[in-house]
């Protein structure tokens, strides 16, 4: 009875509804939050406009800074005039900031640098986005570039211009040595607006900037090099990425100041070159040659009694109107380091000139004068030589801005063709044809004589003679040694004779020493005692001729 006396269950609905609705709740919840994470943690967008299209591929190209990836290409969209396209690009987060004004883009990896072989994988991953960024708010929509840029917003380096007058084989990524070792690279080159030359941009890192100064000198070392005379003639083939890309080496003097970003050096076309260069404190002066330069150039070096001491540094040729003649004017610069002074003298360097031409001066006086001259006699480049000349007219240094040296000419391969032409001239004047028929004409009586049986029986006779001397001479050959014993004996018993008559005849012998001697010193002694006394017993007869009767008186 009590079950029948229950209230009927009333169904009230609730705004909840059920747990079975958490679960796809949460699930939404979760994917917005991570929607929004994804939002928010979202690097800079930024769009470029390229000239070039360069195989860019969206979701596959990447954007790189100094090789490391900092974002990737969303979209590539291709301008309705068909020459640009427009690159849509997705940076890292932490990019933000670091895309302001000035940030410069550009598409790498289009070619193959051998300098850099790693620019290989480019082959097979493709082109992707270059970038150098500056600081600030993002900058978009950008302008990129058609080609990398030469000079970035890189720390601590400093980049240097090469003025070259021809590029050659250096291109960019070519590397930088110092003795060998790679201290930079070439970031680009760019030729002069009136195309006179090529300015070649060199960066060098901070931590080699002391390899480098104000004196440092540059040259190309990556072509093959043919020396055919000098100190090492051959063939000079430098590494194959050097000789494929080129290559730029450097020398640095002890002294100098330090490089500051785009200071300019020149490019010599070899180290010999660049090592000979004239010096800041060169001296310059002017030689005038007689006709032509015969193949002397610019760079060429002068030597003094053999040593290099400079440089030539122009060559001009010109006609005199004057004189009505061929003349050269050269112009040669000496480095006074190269001419080392004794006695603890030394160079004043702030003014080399006036100790430069009093050394000139000196040897002029004393016959030095300069000349044409090769390295290898008539073959070998022409260089300018200042040698002593002995037997030289007198001369002097000739003032003048810059002073004038004084030159004889040189007796060079032109002058000995001229020579051979002149003999090969007299030869040709003289009568050839005349002098053949007289020669002919002597050897047919020289034939004919030969063939004469007078001739024959001349020779015959000759040939007996000869044979008769021959055994002649065998005779006297043999009997030679009793000659020479019995000509030895006979000389000295000549000899022995000799001494016996000196000393005989001797007047301080024995006839003065001893009056009783009877040699003949003693008897000529007494022979001349009687004659004087003949000579007095005539001359008192001749004053007494009756003595002869009477006897003398007393």
Known sequence: MAELGTPPAKLQRTRWP??????????LAIVGWLALRSYMAQGPLVTVRFNTIGG?????TVVKYRGVIVGHVNAVRLSKSLDEISVTMRFEPYMAGHLGKGTRYWIGGESVSFANLSSLKSLISGPYIGIDPHPGRTVTPAVGLNQEPVLKSEPKGVT?????????????GAPLFYKGY??????????????????????????????????????????????????HPGVHVPAIPALLSGAVALSTPESGNAVHDNETFPLYENATAARSAPDRYAVPYRLVATGGPQGLIVGAPVLLEGARVGSVTQVHMHYDTLHHALRTD????????????????????????????????????????????????????????????????????????????????????????????????????????????????????????????QTRQTLKHLDQSMTRLDQLMQTANARLPDILKTLHDTVQQAD?????????????????????????????????????????????????PNALVFGKRP
């Open 330 to 453: 050269i112009l040669i610069a000496l480095d006074p380091k190269r001419i080392p002074l004794s006695r603890g003298s030394i160079w004043r360097l702030n003014d080399p000139q006036t100790q430069m031409n009093s050394l000139l001066r000196h040897l002029i006086a004393h016959g030095l004068r300069a000349e044409l001259s090769s390295e290898v006699p008539l073959l070998g480049p022409k260089m300018i030589a200042l040698n002593q000349i002995t037997g030289a007219p007198p001369a002097r240094l000739i003032a003048g801005s810059p002073p004038q040296i004084p030159m004889v000419s040189n007796v060079g391969i032109n002058d000995i063709v001229k020579q051979i032409n002149a003999v090969m001239q007299q030869i040709h004047e003289m009568p050839l044809p005349e002098i053949a028929r007289n020669i002919h004409t002597l050897t047919a009586k020289l034939a004919q004589l030969s063939r004469s049986s």
């Open 18 to 27: 059920g747990l079975i609705w958490a679960v796809p709740i949460a699930a």
């Open 160 to 172: 240097v211009v090469l003025k070259a007058k021809r590029l050659g084989n250096i291109s960019r």
């Open 182 to 231: 790679r201290i930079g690279e070439i970031r680009g080159e760019a030729m002069l607006p009136d195309g006179s030359g090529f300015d070649i941009y060199a960066f060098i890192p901070d931590k080699y900037l002391k390899l480098i100064n104000s004196r440092s000198r540059f040259w190309s070392s990556g072509a093959i090099g043919v020396s055919l005379f000098g100190t």
């Open 496 to 544: 022995e004779a000799l001494h016996a008559s000196n000393a005989l005849l001797h007047s301080g012998g024995a006839a003065v020493s001893n009056p009783e001697s009877t040699t003949l010193p003693h008897a000529l002694y007494e022979l001349s005692r009687t004659a004087q006394s003949l000579r007095a017993l005539m001359n008192y007869l001749d004053s007494h």
């Open 56 to 60: 860019i591929k969206p979701d596959h």
